[in-house]
Nanobody, 128 residues
Framework: QVQLVGSGGGLVQAGGSLRLSCAAS????????MGWFRQAPGKEREFVAA???????YYADSVKGRFTISRDNGKNTVYLQMNSLKPEDTAVYYC??????????????????????WGQGTQVTVSS
């Protein structure tokens, strides 16, 4: 079983940057696809970014060109670098892990129900 701990959230002005981190337990981190999702109050959880076991990258249209997902398998950590932040990015951000057998393409990595483990969430607030 995998435990995920997300961190790095905070308050930032529009146009600023934040880097989120998600540390995973266990020795099988490299076998998981990793994703970031976010949820604002009163809204459904939405896909933000994902990285496959092989390093393929996937982004929601709303963040493409501004956010970058990466992973360091040696540190069992996935990152989300967020630049040019907008007030619309304000949400609780969750990292998630997907067992390797589940994913093979975009439709798998953006689907919430296909992720097996979830972090506790970290708040990101962007002021105008």
């Amino acid at each position: 079983q995998v435990q995920l701990v997300g961190s790095g959230g905070g308050l930032v002005q529009a146009g600023g940057s934040l880097r989120l981190s998600c540390a995973a337990s266990g020795r099988t981190f490299s076998t998981y696809a990793m994703g970031w999702f976010r949820q604002a109050p009163g809204k459904e959880r939405e896909f933000v970014a994902a990285i496959s076991r092989s390093g393929s990258l996937y982004y929601a249209d709303s963040v493409k060109g501004r956010f970058t997902i990466s992973r360091d398998n040696g540190k069992n950590t996935v990152y989300l670098q967020m630049n040019s932040l907008k007030p619309e990015d304000t949400a609780v951000y969750y990292c998630a892990a997907q067992e390797g057998w589940r994913g093979s393409g975009y439709s798998d990595y953006v689907t919430t129900r296909l992720y097996d483990y979830w972090g506790q969430g970290t708040q990101v607030t962007v002021s105008s």
